[in-house]
């Protein structure tokens, strides 16, 4: 099956190297926050309620006490498989500006703002400061284009699209992130995080091996690493009754990054957690957030000028029987009125220095600009801007 080809804009898609998930039309659309622990319980409820439907479709906001989407579709079909087929030649999307929110300038102050308080503060750790490109389309987004140049250039990933409204041209939150935030299946749980990241250099194949050598055996970028193991062992113990995750970090590519990245196996303790249950426990994760939780996310919102949104948020799906995949929302776009948000962040810590940060997150905003092959000059422009 060509998915693309039975994409259209109000679909769902979430595409993973397990299978993809495409839906048609919405039954049900609510907007439910957690800041009563009740969110799983709600989805639940929501599927109970359509027993007809088998899949339900999740966007969670960075800050769960903001709106999370739960969507159950009129229809909804899964392919198991890796099931990409290449599907137009994408043209560049014509950008009439782009604006920087905040500037470099500005970010790199709050990265120098994060660090004093990772000094000031004792039991801050990390903190993931982000920022955003505000791009202005000289024309609606054509969606296919995009997913299918996310999709190709990013195969091991998890491509998605969440239609946020019913309108002729709906607000959709888009992207290819490389982070499964877990799988649950039956009585098993497996998550793959992510921290500590480096730019690969494609032109040199040697040098693109030392560049990944030198990360994974960088100070920095593993204490990045333990923080966020740490951190999801801590909270998914309760709901296991085995948890293991390998002893040091191995490596992932994507197109452009190497990144550190360790796989964690649970087994659930009988009555088994939903999908949904699992992936509130361990969201925002230290990935894209910080630790402790609360007090960074309490920090960044203080710090960062502008809110995320969904960005650094969670997307995925959760089935009747309370199996589901949820990747990290991140390598994003929010598309909304023929304007584009493009969103990344950088793990601070101790040690690290605000302008190789700032560098970070423009590397880590190339998934989205390339796929939209946005000419070279203008994406320097706008990530230096
Ligand atoms: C926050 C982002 O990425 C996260 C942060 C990383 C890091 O700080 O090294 C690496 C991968 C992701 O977990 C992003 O892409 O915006």
Same mark, same amino acid.
């Given at each position: 099956m060509n998915v693309l080809q039975m994409y259209e804009p109000h679909s769902a898609l979430f595409a993973s190297p397990m299978g993809t998930l495409l839906t048609y039309g919405s039954k049900k659309r609510q907007f439910f926050t957690n800041a009563s622990g009740l969110l799983a319980q709600q989805a639940r409820q929501l599927l109970r309620a359509h027993p007809e439907v088998e899949y339900m479709v999740g966007l969670l906001p960075f800050n769960t006490n903001q709106p999370a989407q739960l969507l159950i579709p009129e229809q909804a079909h899964y392919t198991k498989g890796y099931s990409y087929a290449k599907n137009t030649t994408y043209a560049s999307t014509a950008i009439q500006h782009i604006q920087a929110r905040p500037t470099a300038a500005v970010f790199e102050k709050q990265v120098e703002q994060a660090l004093a308080a990772l000094q000031q503060t &004792? &039991? *801050?750790q990390k903190l993931v400061m982000a920022r955003h490109l505000d791009l202005q389309l #000289?024309? /609606?987004?054509d969606r296919t284009a995009l997913l299918d140049a996310l999709w190709q250039k990013n195969p091991k990933g998890y491509t998605y699209a969440i239609p *946020?409204?019913? #309108? !002729?041209d709906p607000a959709t939150f888009l992207g290819a992130s490389p982070e499964l935030l877990l799988r649950k299946q039956a009585n098993r749980v497996y998550l793959n995080p992510l921290a500590g990241t480096a730019l690969r250099d494609l032109a040199d194949p040697e040098q693109d091996q030392r560049i990944a050598q030198q990360l994974q055996a960088s100070a920095k970028d593993r204490h990045e690493h333990a923080i966020v193991i740490e951190n999801i062992l801590e909270a998914l113990s309760p709901f296991c009754d085995h948890l293991t995750a390998a002893a040091t970090p191995s490596l992932v590519s994507t197109a452009t990054l190497w990144h550190l990245s360790t796989e964690i196996h649970g087994e659930l303790k009988s009555p088994y957690a939903d999908a949904l249950t699992l992936a509130l426990a361990v969201h &925002? !994760? &230290? /990935?894209?957030c910080g630790h402790p939780t609360l007090l960074a996310r309490d920090l960044i919102e203080s710090i960062e000028s502008e809110h995320r949104g969904f960005f650094a948020g969670a997307v995925g799906w959760m089935n009747q029987a309370g199996d589901g995949e949820w990747a990290v929302a991140i390598r994003c776009a929010h598309y909304q009125n023929q304007q584009l948000r493009l969103s990344a962040g950088a793990g601070i810590v101790i040690g690290s220095d605000a302008q190789a940060e700032r560098i970070e997150t423009g590397n880590k905003l190339r998934t989205m600009l390339n796929a939209l092959q946005i000419p070279d000059e203008q994406i320097q422009q706008g990530i230096t801007q």
């Open positions: &004792p &039991p *801050l #000289s024309q /609606a987004l *946020l409204d019913n #309108s !002729t &925002p !994760t &230290p /990935a894209v």
